[in-house]
């Protein structure tokens, strides 16, 4: 029988750094199972989740091609909690059970597993995780660097900052935490020594499950 991989889960505000973190993660071995990435198959166009959203919310949230009017149903969700609840309701545990197949399939020593929301979402218990880490950096670093991308103004990444969990809610769920207030070197540095860490973790609970 396959033992389960060792699983850490990936989190932290818009622009705190994630996707970069992950990228070098994986560049060193790390396996990766993105639930963005999840969310997007599954509302693309014939993606699995959307016969049940037309079902519940109208065959006006497809766009032509059949996927997910993303804008239309985020300015719904914004301004309806309980439409916003029951569309969570429908996406979060087909997420989770795609995201338990692709981590059961994994070959890598070890897995990050991106879960920007976890605080917002339930907290780990939802979540098969055996560690979880933040990627952490001010606020203003946040907003600055998120609104660099160029597909939101400043007033929009500062809303979204305001509506997800605070820094102190997402430290309190943390194993570690990634400090990225500096720059991307440091950063790869600090990952390079949790890899290795991971890599012992890893070695650790293979042995445990032996
Ligand atoms: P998230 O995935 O958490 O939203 P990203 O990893 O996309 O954040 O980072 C947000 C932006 O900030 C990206 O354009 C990224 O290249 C940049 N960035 C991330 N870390 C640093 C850093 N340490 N120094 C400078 N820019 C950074």
Request: proline residues 3%; aromatic residues 4%; glycine residues 8%.
């Amino acid at each position: 029988m396959k033992l389960s991989p060792f699983v850490v889960g990936l989190t932290g505000g818009i622009g705190s750094g994630k996707s970069t973190a992950a990228r070098l993660f994986v560049e060193l071995g790390a396996g990766l199972v993105d639930t963005d990435a999840i969310a997007h198959a599954l509302t693309g166009a014939n993606g699995k989740a959307m016969p049940a959203l037309i079902a519940a919310f109208g065959a006006d949230i497809a766009a032509g091609d059949g996927s997910l009017a993303r804008l239309e149903m985020r300015r719904r969700a914004f301004s309806d909690p309980a439409l916003k609840k029951r569309l969570e309701s429908i996406l979060h545990p087909m997420i989770r059970s795609e995201a338990a197949k692709a981590i059961a399939a994994s070959s890598q020593p070890y897995l990050l597993y991106a879960i920007p929301l976890l605080a917002e979402s339930g907290g780990r218990a939802l979540y098969a995780l055996d560690r979880v880490l933040l990627i952490d950096c001010p606020e203003t670093l946040q907003c600055e660097r998120a609104a660099r991308r160029g597909s939101l103004s400043r007033e929009e990444v500062w809303s979204i900052i305001n509506n997800q969990a605070s820094r102190a809610e997402r430290l309190e769920l943390a194993d570690d935490v990634l400090d990225n207030s500096g720059e991307e070197s440091s950063l790869l540095t600090a990952v390079r020594a949790l890899h290795e860490r991971y890599l012992d973790l890893a070695r650790e609970k293979i042995s445990d499950g032996l």
